[in-house]
């Protein structure tokens, strides 16, 4: 039998399928998606790999094939169906295939290898050690281990000597002064707890007779009170019954070895929300319309087709109880669902919704949660134990065997797209699973991307509508102001007038506040805060980017560049500068302003830890707070009753990022958070401060006009030719020599600028990405547009390919992103 594995290493030369020989005692274990152990290069160094499938022959020579090592895992990591999923998101985003197995396989399964040293034992036992010709850092490593009488891990001679000492340990170990050994550390993430228990075939009277025996012997009474206990129990946990009985392991050690007593390990499975107490609920009596998306879509479920929907739902429109009820119509059928969140503020309140309904029945998935309890959440699915799972974006390769139903909720939000390559966004796995295994992929929000909104008017999925709240409570009203006005009356602090005197007045009727600032991305613009002028790029319509380190702006689409005028370029005032606020100066103005106020901030430094972001939610919505200050954490999904009054004290931030969503952005941002006022029986009012008060999306925002602000964004895209009526291709080279990195930009570009004389694709660049250096890397950036995204995709990967071939500089790195969500 010869098996087909791709190799644990994420390298283009290796990104291939290699055959290795099955040994005989191994064939009826194989089974696709096992982990093994294979030896692998010249050296037949020991290394991981997964099988991709079975064959009987293979072109390559028999005498050159090597057999498996190992199985590792006594399960498959994954299955057919996700392999193909593997197979053909490697296609889609053109990346590397151990970069995809990775995606679907738990976390941090990788195998790390490790390396040991130790003196060579023929030389300890003769003595015959000569430190003749020896320098000083030779002399000190040998006569360490000289000390050591087993072998000793290397990391941790590098951590004595220094990283540089490992030419003259590999100096050493060539001429045989020193041994090394490899061991493979595999990391096991599964909880094991070791349970005693009476052997089986052990008569009761049998039992009865020894422990009287035992009472009667001097040294046996440990293991009298041992049995006695046994007897009253089936099964004990063997750390429990040696803390309950002060007993020693040689006791219980004894019985074993006699036969009298077994010890049987038994997986436990961690609970992450054991702590919590979750109240059972029952479904809501459904409004007309969420009856109406309800029967409509459960109409599908059993049609096979792989069917996709947007349900466009205001805020508060109840879509958390259409996706329960939804999910409960999948669960009637015996299959799975998915839940996808965002991220993780949305995840405490979330799970509190479907655990009260679905109980045992929901597993929990996030990045704050243990690698081990992430993996016990992996294994409950694997094994159909539960039948719901709850997470972000990597949560959607969930190993269900009978899916049914993937629900994106908020689907509009960045992070749904991956970071690191494979670069995919959820919503494309999601529908592709769905079209997979004739399931239904649902995806949801108030504030629908363009991009959903473009398919369904494309006839790619349908679209469905929740236009009300679902109890009749109306939507916040919203109030622009003005801040150039602010500036005019000589009001210079970060709070309008009105704001204040808003902020007093629930403080005054005990009711609660939620200050946001919309500080998201990259906010370096600059602006005029007499006129909100804002100083953009006259050949792409983008806001420049500022540079505080020369005071230049720049456009990181086109390259044009200038320096930051004095006086403003619209009305000649000289209040044209940098603009940006962070949530700390908020906090701290609020104290000052309003000192008998109590104060949450909901950021990144403040919801560390597993249960930081639960901690601060739950303390706000039992009204332990009067203000809750935060970012795009507090601007959608959450649900406080008693919240009547929303800040947004600088609407700018998003407004003027430099990329050509930066509109959409504030619309949607605008309209999450304003849903968070009004939600219970107070209306709800919402200041928004900007200086660009009649920009359409804050202007569309302020009326709940989702359809208008769409119909002008869509319009200024075709015109500009950005997405959707388009694709992106951004490709981005990284080192730590700035000059080697910029002339690499421009060889790539000429390369690209030849292999485009039929001008079917637009370049743009290269220009410093956006951050231009992070980490002590400088980057550069190169954008391609193009109508066809193969096309796209195999021109760029052509062209980098083709540039590598000339390459001389091993430093030098490229990333590459098809349709980024975030213009670096």
Not at 207 to 215: A, F, G, H
């Amino acid at each position: 039998m010869i098996v087909e594995v791709i190799i644990g290493i994420s390298h283009e030369s290796l990104d291939k399928v290699f055959h290795y020989i099955v040994p005989k005692n191994m064939e009826n274990e194989i089974d696709i998606g096992l982990r093994v152990m294979v030896p692998f290069g010249k050296g037949n160094k020991k290394i991981e790999g997964f099988i991709v499938g079975v064959c009987n022959a293979t072109t390559i020579d028999d005498h050159k094939l090597k057999e498996i090592y190992a199985i590792v895992d006594p399960y498959p990591l994954f299955d057919v169906h996700l392999l193909e999923l593997a197979q053909w998101m490697k296609e889609y985003y053109g990346c590397r295939m151990i970069d995809c197995l990775r995606c679907i396989m738990p976390s941090s399964m990788k195998i790390k290898n490790e390396y040991f040293v130790r003196i060579s034992p023929e030389l300890r036992n003769t003595n015959a050690l000569d430190f003749k010709g020896r320098n000083e850092v030779e002399e000190k490593i040998i006569l360490f281990l000289l000390n050591k009488q087993k072998y000793v891990l290397l990391e941790d001679v590098y951590d004595i000597f220094g990283k540089e000492s490992s030419k003259y340990i590999k100096k050493l170990i060539k001429e045989g002064i020193i041994d090394q050994q490899e061991k493979e550390n595999i990391k096991e993430l599964s909880y094991t707890v070791k349970y005693i228990s009476i052997n089986k075939d052990l008569a009761l009277e049998e039992l009865e007779e020894i422990i009287e025996s035992y009472q009667s012997k001097k040294n046996y009474h440990a293991q009298a009170r041992i049995l006695s206990m046994l007897m009253m129990n089936d099964w004990i946990p063997v750390n429990e019954l040696k803390k309950v009985l002060q007993v020693s392991n040689s006791s219980i050690q004894s019985l074993l070895n006699k036969n009298i007593v077994q010890i049987d390990e038994v997986e436990v499975h961690r609970d992450p929300y054991s702590h919590m107490d979750f109240k059972v609920t029952k479904p809501f009596l459904p409004t007309q319309e969420q009856k109406n998306v309800i029967q409509y879509i459960t109409n599908k479920l059993d049609n096979g087709k792989g069917d996709s929907f947007l349900i466009h739902g205001i805020t508060g429109s109840g879509k958390t109880e259409v996706y329960l009820q939804l999910i409960d119509e999948v669960i009637k059928r015996g299959a799975q669902s998915i839940v996808l969140v965002p991220e993780i503020s949305l995840t405490p309140q979330t799970v509190e919704r479907f655990k009260g309904r679905f109980g045992d029945k929901v597993a929990v998935t996030h990045s704050k949660l243990s690698l081990r309890e992430r993996y016990d959440q992996w294994k409950k699915a694997k094994e159909g134990k539960v039948l719901v799972m709850i997470g972000p974006r990597s949560a959607v390769f969930t190993p269900f065997s009978s899916l049914k139903l993937i629900i994106l909720d908020e689907e509009h939000e960045n992070t749904y797209k991956s970071e690191t390559s494979p670069k995919f966004h959820a919503r494309d796995i999601a529908r592709k699973r769905c079209e997979m295994v004739g399931g239904i992929c649902v995806v949801a929000s108030a504030t629908p991307s363009l991009d959903s909104y473009f398919e369904c008017e494309q006839g790619k999925a349908e679209l469905l509508t929740l236009s009300h709240r679902a109890n009749d409570s109306k939507l916040p009203s919203i109030e622009i102001i003005d801040m150039r006005k602010e500036l005019e009356l000589g009001n210079r602090s970060i709070f309008s007038v009105a704001l204040q005197e808003e902020i007093e007045k629930n403080l005054k009727n005990k009711e609660q506040t939620i200050l946001f600032l919309n500080r998201r991305g990259f906010s370096n613009f600059v602006s005029c805060r007499k006129c909100g002028y804002v100083l953009k790029c006259k050949n792409c319509s983008i806001s420049y980017t500022y540079h505080a380190y020369n005071r230049s702006i720049q456009c990181h689409y086109c390259g044009d560049k200038m320096k930051v005028p004095s006086t403003c370029p619209q009305c000649g005032s000289s209040h044209i500068r940098y603009f940006g606020v962070g949530t700390e100066r908020v906090e701290s103005e609020v104290k000052k302003h309003f000192p008998n106020a109590t104060v949450l901030r909901m950021d990144l430094d403040t919801t560390k830890g597993k249960y930081g972001y639960e901690r601060i939610l739950d303390q706000f919505k039992s009204q332990k707070a009067d203000i809750l200050i935060g970012t795009q954490m507090i601007a959608k999904g959450h649900d406080f009753p008693n919240v009547t009054l929303v800040g947004i004290l600088a609407a700018d931030l998003t407004l003027h990022l430099q990329d050509f969503r930066s509109a959409e952005r504030t619309f949607q941002l605008i309209t999450q958070v304003s849903g968070r006022a009004g939600r219970g029986e107070l209306p709800g009012r919402v200041l928004v401060q900007t200086y660009d008060p009649s920009h359409y999306s804050i202007e569309t925002a302020k009326d709940h006009d989702y359809v208008s602000f769409y119909r002008k964004e869509i319009e200024l895209r075709k015109q500009l030719n950005y997405p959707p009526f388009t694709h992106i291709f951004l490709i981005l080279i990284t080192g730590t020599n700035e000059k080697n990195v910029i002339s690499s930009a421009y060889k790539l570009i000429e390369i690209m600028k030849y292999l485009n004389k039929k001008k079917k694709f637009e370049l743009f660049g290269p220009v410093p990405a956006i951050l231009s250096k992070i980490k002590n890397k400088y980057r550069w950036r190169i954008i391609v547009k193009c109508d066809d995204r193969d096309l796209l995709m195999k021109y760029g990967l052509y062209c980098i390919n083709k540039f590598k071939g000339i390459l001389n500089d091993q430093e030098i790195q490229i990333q590459t992103d098809i349709d980024p969500l975030i213009m670096y």
